[in-house]
């Protein structure tokens, strides 16, 4: 097939020059952009937070590519599981979301309303419930505070 | 005696100018951004990242939501292709 952007060039003939060694299992890779990343970021943070921190805690270690393969290919997973659980759910609130994204300069702040239905069809399709890390408990979460002026 | 009209002449050409540049600008942004606004205030994980949406879509503003990556994804970052076609042009 011919790739996009690469008109001339066609896939079929492309070889990888240095290939990874074949005694390591196959692992996916996640195929989403960077828009709907940012939309499902604090639910992958939130749900994959063990496996996050394994591989981090892994990398301050030795940041040889070799050490973190494990920990590297459970983020991974993760993260592609999270990413098929909200496209099997709530669609079309996250197409809306993540096309807001798009157009206003990947800005939370500019797409609350989306951003809330979104929330709400996630919450009742899994109870997943967005929390900003490390915010302050005594005051509400920005995305739930309703806004001083229209 | 009123104000001759070919006194505004000028001003009319100056505000055309203006309104010309403006229309160039807007319609060499918009095409180079597939219809959407100017990204802005980029750093360097913004950048990658887009180098990273070129590599899955072929443009740097196009936007996929595929859990799992196609297959070619694995070969053609620009690391692997050599230099006349490296895509980190961000």
């Known amino acids: 097939m011919v790739n996009p952007g690469y008109r001339n060039f066609k896939g079929e003939d492309w070889v990888d020059p240095t290939p990874p060694p074949s005694n390591l299992p196959h692992v996916d890779e996640i195929g989403s952009t960077s828009a709907p990343l940012k939309s499902a970021s604090f639910f992958i943070g939130s749900l994959c937070q063990e496996y996050n921190e394994d591989f981090m805690l892994c990398k301050n270690e030795n940041r040889d590519p070799q050490h973190c393969l494990l920990e590297g290919r459970k983020v991974t997973r993760c993260a592609i599981d999270v990413l098929q659980k909200i496209e099997s759910k709530c669609l079309d609130e996250f197409r809306n979301h993540w096309r807001c994204l798009d157009e206003k300069n990947q800005e939370f702040g500019r797409c609350r309303v989306p951003e809330r239905a979104y929330n709400e069809c996630l919450f009742r399709a899994f109870g997943w419930k967005k929390v900003v890390p490390d915010s302050p408990a005594n005051k509400p979460q920005i995305h739930e505070r309703t806004p001083l002026t229209k | ?90």
Do not use: C, H
């Open chain 2, 1 to 90: 005696m009123p104000v001759p009209f070919e006194s505004f002449i000028p001003f009319g050409v100056i505000t055309g100018m203006f309104l010309a540049t403006a229309t160039g600008i807007r319609y060499a942004q918009t095409k180079r951004n597939e219809g959407k606004a100017v990204r802005y205030s980029l750093d360097d994980w913004d950048r990658k990242m887009m180098v990273r949406d070129k590599q899955l879509t072929g443009t740097m503003r196009g936007q996929v939501d595929n859990p799992i990556a196609p297959p070619e994804f694995k070969v053609n970052s620009s690391w692997k292709v050599y230099e006349s076609l490296r895509n980190d042009f961000a």
